[in-house]
């Protein structure tokens, strides 16, 4: 390896870019090579789930090109370069017959979304939405059409169902769960949120799954296991991620969920770091903004010399349903307590109480969705 060889970063994500920017803060001059499978066009991925109701298309929700970022950032960009390999050994990246060699390497490379295998001839009409290219594709496809059939209920799936609607779109909601955004949401906060999506025009199709999905005279139409029969011009499949962790595995870097890494971002392999929604941060896999914001910020200094161990302190989730404005601070897994819950139609405060009285986490809509930054400063931190 040379001496010359500059820190890597894979991935121009959130982030990839975050962490890059806060690199610059410490270091205007460290030579910094950031790798991209994708286009490399910085946008905020929580935007896309907004693009009807602040009506932006993909382009309109593209914040900056390539240039402009390895510009401003000073950094060398090599976009649609797909890292195929790592060789911790020799401190280099395979990016196919390519060797790329790393000083310092950063795995920002995020997530997969799962695909489900369904039976049916209409799989081109079924979309994941995950990044800015994605989002390009649908839309592209979507142009002339007026239903929209999703896969799952999770937060994707709400937000995408509150967007569509405000876009005039029919939209079919299906997924297995007798509740929207099951794990995340107290079941009345859950049913709040259901409520008004559905006041707004949202149809669900709860406690069932897509069989199969068939190509019809206009779109496809979708059967589900309880017999009934959905039509829709596309499909949004939005049943959930996986952090990517096959090509560090494959390099002997050790996974779990996630990407291990310590609190310091790093992993099992000298000099390798990461962060984002690839990383599973000292047992956490958040697969949010503040959490790889607050890592951006420790890995650079880390990066710069001074060892930082993140602190994630309270991080309620914003959900993205203006029909019904939502946010949730959901307790950690293990905690002991139960929820208390206020409710008067679709305003709900639901706190997660511990014996003691203490509050470890809440759920709360509409009206009373404002009162999240008060309750965030109840709650304790992730990481004391
Ligand atoms: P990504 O943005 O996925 O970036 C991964 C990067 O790695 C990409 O550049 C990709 O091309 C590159 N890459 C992958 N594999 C390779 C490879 N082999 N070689 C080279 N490059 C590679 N979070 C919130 O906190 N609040 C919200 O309201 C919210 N809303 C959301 C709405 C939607 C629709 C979605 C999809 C997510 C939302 N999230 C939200 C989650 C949040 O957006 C993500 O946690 C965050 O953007 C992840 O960023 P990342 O940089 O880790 O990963």
Redo the contacts with the bound molecule.
Sequence with gaps: MTEQAPIVI?????????LAREMRKLDKEQPIVM????D?VSY??????TGFTKGKDADGLAQASTDTMAEQLNIELRTF????GIDTEAKALL?GEERLEYSKLVL????DVIRLSIDGDGFEHVFS???LMDYRAFRKALAGGKRVAIMGAG??GC??ANDLRNGGYEVDVIAPSDVVMPGLLPEPAAAAVQHELENLGARFHLETVVERIDRAEQGVSLTLANGEVVHADLVIS?VG?RP?TE?AHAAGIETGRGITVNRALETSAQDVYA?????EVDGHV???????MACARALAKTLAGERTEVKYGT?P????TPCCPTAVCPPAPEADGEWHVEAEGSDVKALFRSPEGEVLGFAVTGRFAVEKQALSKEVPPIHQ
Aim: hydrophobic content about 55%.
């Design positions: 894979v991935g121009t994500g959130l982030s990839g870019y975050s790798v991209t499978a994708d490399g905020s991925k929580p935007m896309l789930s370069a797909t890292v195929t990016l920002a490379w995020g997530a939405i995950n990044d937060l994707i937000e995408f939005a991620l990517r090509l962060l984002g929604d690839c990383a958040l697969l949010y903004v503040l959490p790889l991080m989730v914003m959900i993205k």
